[in-house]
Each structure stands twice: as structure tokens, then as C-alpha cells.
């Protein structure tokens, strides 16, 4: 426990004092935090600025629209009152059957999982691949000899992935809480405030968790089957596609495979990322996001498990591994 510890404040430290780190955290909340206020003030003063572009003649053209009307009206028997009374009962008529505020919603629920999806994509996937680089790297200077004569792979291997746990789950604690935030600071008015709560948060956030040990895991082991830089990218893509999978699963799952979303939302590996868009946009119960996070916690020790095997008899190689043939 004590070299896993160590391990663990090395990569935290390095982590929390790298400029890039900071930078993509800072910038990423910023930008959050932009979107969903301009999104929110998309539609205030539509009414108004469409009549100052109509220029210093607006209310000429007005009253002469409406005298227009009047006058054919009257040749036709009808008043102006009886007509717009009869266009109004119309026109609510009308919207009522086109469900405007259930569109308006789904169309931002939509855009919430998007973030929600994407944001846990990036910072798994950023994360995953310094994990890999870092790996190889050590293999590669052959540090990696020297720190295996004081510790286990094992402790080598879980020291790191803890360590970058904790930097994630200060990313998402700043990420998310910019943006409940601004939805706080917008009032109940704004389209945000029964969508992106602390509720939200808090899931997406355990989601985070799961997926990244699951597939930290794997971009480590996978990544100490090669022993040179060029050879990373190749190691990793089969991770990659998976998480992809995920990703694009929860938001155009049902566009491309009709009925295959009820599916991701419970798949291990796959449901972090798309149970966590498809709650964010209101297709998924908080008891379906709190199975769906049971069974991809059940599955984490078996991945961590099969990672530890494999990163034990791949780390100290030199030559490429057989995944499959070592792994067994």
C-alpha cells in the first residue's frame, strides 16, 4: 500500500502542477459555462431587435398593414375583432397539437447529454492516453526495471491509475459545479434549471469513475505490450473504439440501430458513456442510471484483474506481445 501511495502523489503532483492540465480545466468550465448562458439568452429580444431592423418606416408600414386589412375585412362582412378572435382560436389550436415546449425540451435535453457524454469522453480518453504514453516511455528508457526491483507491477500498475483517478475527479468536480453554477445564478426561468442539477452531477461523476478504472486499465495494459512511442496509437485503438461506441451510442444510437439504445445503457464498458448522456437528456430513470452503474462496477475487479495480469508479463518485454496468448 505504501509504494502504491507513492506512486499515487507522484503522478497527482505532476498532474496538478502541469499548465496543460490546468489550462484544459479552466478552459474547458469556461467554455461550459459561455455555452449554457448564451443558450439560455438565445431567445430574449427577438421581438424587439426584429422591429429595429425594420428602420425608421416600421410604424408606417404597420398602419398601413392594418388598415389594409380592415378595409377588405369590412367589404366582406366581417370585423376586425370577429377575425382576429377567429385567428387566435386557430393559431392556439395549433400549437397546442405541435407540443412546442415538449420539443423546445428535448431539443435541450439533447444538447445537455451531448456536453454530459462528450466531457466524460475527452477526460477519459486524455487521461487513458498518458497513462499509455507514460507506460511506454518507461518501458522504453527501461526506468521501468529499476522502479520493478522495489515494488510489484501490480502496485506500479494501480499507483498510477489511482493517482490520475483523483486528478479526473477534481476536473469533473470544477467542470460540473461551473455549470450548476450558471444555471443557479440564471434563475428557475432559464431552460438549465430542472435539467442540469446536483442530481446530474453526482451521477455523471460516478459514472466518470467506473468507466475511467474500466478502461485506464486497459489503455495501461495494452500500452505494455508495445515497447516504442510509434507503436502506441495502434495498442490502444481497439480501447478507443469502444469508448467511441459508448459515445456515440447515446446520441445517435436509436438514428442508427432502432432499439439499441435500451441495450447500451446496461452493457459494461459502453454504459458509462451512454448511460450518462441518455440520463443527462431524460431518457434514462435514476433507477435505470443506478443499475446500469451496479453491473459496471461489478465488472471493474475482472478488468483490473485481467490488466494487472497482462501489464505483469508484457511490462518487462521488449519484444510485442500476443494480448490474447499472454493475457490466458
Same mark, same amino acid.
Given at each position: 500500500?505504501?509504494?502504491?501511495?507513492? &506512486?499515487?502523489?507522484?503522478? &497527482?503532483?505532476?498532474?496538478?502542477?502541469?499548465?496543460?492540465?490546468?489550462?484544459?480545466?479552466?478552459?474547458?468550465?469556461?467554455?461550459?459555462?459561455?455555452?449554457?448562458?448564451?443558450?439560455?439568452?438565445?431567445?430574449?429580444?427577438?421581438?424587439?431587435?426584429?422591429?429595429?431592423?425594420?428602420?425608421?418606416?416600421?410604424?408606417?408600414?404597420?398602419?398601413?398593414?392594418?388598415?389594409?386589412?380592415?378595409?377588405?375585412?369590412?367589404?366582406?362582412?366581417?370585423?376586425?375583432?370577429?377575425?382576429?378572435?377567429?385567428?387566435?382560436?386557430?393559431?392556439?389550436?395549433?400549437?397546442?397539437?405541435?407540443?412546442?415546449?415538449?420539443?423546445?425540451?428535448?431539443?435541450?435535453?439533447?444538447?445537455?447529454?451531448?456536453?454530459?457524454?462528450?466531457?466524460?469522453?475527452?477526460?477519459?480518453?486524455?487521461?487513458?492516453?498518458?497513462?499509455?504514453?507514460?507506460? @511506454?516511455?518507461?518501458?522504453?528508457?527501461?526506468?521501468?526495471?529499476?522502479?520493478?526491483?522495489?515494488?510489484?507491477?501490480?502496485?506500479?500498475?494501480?499507483?498510477?491509475?489511482?493517482?490520475?483517478?483523483?486528478?479526473?475527479?477534481?476536473?469533473? @468536480?470544477?467542470?460540473?459545479?461551473?455549470?450548476?453554477?450558471?444555471?443557479?445564478?440564471?434563475?428557475?426561468?432559464?431552460?438549465?434549471?430542472?435539467?442540469?442539477?446536483?442530481?446530474?452531477?453526482?451521477?455523471?461523476?460516478?459514472?466518470?469513475?467506473?468507466?475511467?478504472?474500466?478502461?485506464?486499465?486497459?489503455?495501461?495494459?495494452?500500452?505494455?505490450?508495445?515497447?516504442?512511442?510509434?507503436?502506441?496509437?495502434?495498442?490502444?485503438?481497439?480501447?478507443?473504439?469502444?469508448?467511441?461506441?459508448?459515445?456515440?451510442?447515446?446520441?445517435?444510437?436509436?438514428?442508427?440501430?432502432?432499439?439499441?439504445?435500451? &441495450?447500451?445503457?446496461?452493457?459494461?464498458?459502453?454504459?458509462?458513456?451512454?448511460?450518462?448522456?441518455?440520463?443527462?437528456?431524460?431518457?434514462?430513470?435514476?433507477?435505470?442510471?443506478?443499475?446500469?452503474?451496479?453491473?459496471?462496477?461489478?465488472?471493474?475487479?475482472?478488468?483490473?484483474?485481467?490488466?494487472?495480469?497482462?501489464?505483469?508479463?508484457?511490462?518487462?518485454?521488449?519484444?510485442?506481445?500476443?494480448?490474447?496468448?499472454?493475457?490466458?
Amino acid at each position: 500500500m505504501k509504494n502504491i501511495k507513492i &506512486i499515487a502523489k507522484r503522478e &497527482i503532483t505532476t498532474r496538478l502542477t502541469s499548465k496543460s492540465w490546468i489550462a484544459s480545466t479552466v478552459f474547458t468550465t469556461a467554455m461550459l459555462m459561455v455555452i449554457l448562458w448564451f443558450y439560455s439568452k438565445l431567445g430574449s429580444g427577438n421581438s424587439s431587435n426584429a422591429t429595429n431592423m425594420l428602420g425608421g418606416n416600421a410604424k408606417q408600414i404597420a398602419d398601413a398593414q392594418k388598415q389594409a386589412q380592415a378595409d377588405v375585412l369590412t367589404s366582406l362582412g366581417t370585423t376586425v375583432d370577429q377575425y382576429q378572435a377567429a385567428v387566435s382560436a386557430k393559431a392556439s389550436e395549433i400549437l397546442a397539437s405541435m407540443n412546442l415546449d415538449s420539443a423546445s425540451s428535448a431539443a435541450t435535453g439533447m444538447l445537455i447529454g451531448i456536453f454530459v457524454a462528450l466531457i466524460l469522453f475527452m477526460s477519459i480518453q486524455v487521461t487513458g492516453s498518458q497513462i499509455a504514453l507514460g507506460v @511506454v516511455e518507461e518501458k522504453q528508457s527501461r526506468v521501468v526495471e529499476i522502479i520493478l526491483s522495489t515494488m510489484s507491477s501490480f502496485q506500479l500498475l494501480m499507483g498510477k491509475i489511482l493517482g490520475l483517478a483523483v486528478c479526473g475527479i477534481i476536473q469533473m @468536480v470544477v467542470i460540473f459545479g461551473g455549470a450548476i453554477a450558471v444555471v443557479a445564478a440564471l434563475g428557475s426561468g432559464n431552460p438549465f434549471s430542472t435539467m442540469i442539477t446536483p442530481e446530474l452531477g453526482i451521477i455523471a461523476l460516478l459514472f466518470f469513475i467506473v468507466g475511467y478504472f474500466s478502461y485506464a486499465c486497459l489503455y495501461a495494459a495494452f500500452a505494455s505490450t508495445v515497447s516504442r512511442m510509434e507503436e502506441v496509437n495502434q495498442a490502444i485503438t481497439p480501447v478507443m473504439l469502444i469508448m467511441m461506441l459508448g459515445f456515440f451510442g447515446a446520441i445517435f444510437g436509436n438514428m442508427l440501430v432502432p432499439g439499441i439504445q435500451p &441495450i447500451l445503457k446496461f452493457c459494461p464498458f459502453l454504459s458509462p458513456l451512454a448511460m450518462s448522456g441518455l440520463f443527462a437528456q431524460g431518457d434514462a430513470s435514476l433507477t435505470e442510471a443506478l443499475i446500469s452503474l451496479a453491473i459496471s462496477a461489478v465488472v471493474v475487479p475482472f478488468v483490473v484483474m485481467f490488466a494487472a495480469k497482462l501489464y505483469d508479463r508484457s511490462v518487462l518485454q521488449t519484444s510485442k506481445v500476443n494480448i490474447f496468448k499472454k493475457a490466458n
